[in-house]
């Protein structure tokens, strides 16, 4: 999401400032892009009207209204209060949390299917991120400032290489969280890592 990753381990950390999303329901809702983006872009911009919300996402605010609602219902999104504009009252939305975390481990085995729909659904999702992003007049492809990038890489980490590939990762994961709010063009990662089950042989 994206905003959203699993827990690195086992035990949640009520302290750590982010929102585990544990509910069946609230999963059950994430398994739409639209949502997954909706939640993303408040996530991403903090309290934001649907009138805004429909800006960032480059749709019209119609397609937004039953997302919303649904978001709200299983508590992905709060109201955070209203304001006035061209005499109009907008209603605000944001997330529960800044930082919006899977809150089910990943080796448990009520968790596999949830998270194998929310796999299917972000990577699909981030090939349309991509399409997007290549089309787009604010692509970087060269330089410290690229923005645009796709790979896929297949390596065998030994233990010491796979510790210093998961710290990377949470590090790029702190820097997207904290650049949450400032006025620059948002940028988005989808992550799947899986260990390739050993072939059959018949």
């Known amino acids: 999401m994206t905003r959203t990753s699993a827990p690195d381990a086992n035990i949640l950390n ?10 069946p329901k609230q999963f059950a809702c994430l398994m739409s892009a639209r949502r997954m983006d909706i939640a993303d872009a408040l ?4 309290p934001s009207s649907i009138r805004e919300i429909a800006d960032m996402l480059g749709v019209r605010t119609t397609a937004l209204y039953h997302h919303v609602e649904q978001l709200l219902a299983v508590g992905l999104i709060e109201e955070a209060g209203s304001r006035i504009v061209n005499r109009r ?6 997330t529960p949390g800044a930082v919006m975390r899977y809150g089910l481990a990943l080796d448990d085995p009520l968790a596999r299917d949830i998270y194998k729909g929310l796999a299917d659904i972000q990577c699909r999702q981030a090939a349309k991120d991509f399409a997007r992003g290549i089309g787009s007049s604010h692509a970087v492809g060269e330089g410290v400032a690229k923005n645009l990038r796709i790979y896929r890489l297949v390596g065998s980490p030994n233990a010491e290489q796979l510790a210093e590939i ?28 899986a260990p390739i089950p050993e072939p059959r042989r018949d």
């Open 89 to 94: 009252t907008e209603k605000l939305y944001r």
């Open 14 to 23: 009520p302290d750590d400032g982010a929102f585990y999303i544990t509910d």
């Open 43 to 46: 996530a991403n911009a903090g």
């Open 166 to 193: 998961n710290h990377h990762l949470a590090e790029v994961a702190r820097l997207f969280w904290e650049s949450a709010g400032q006025d620059e063009q948002p940028l988005v990662i989808s992550t799947v890592m």
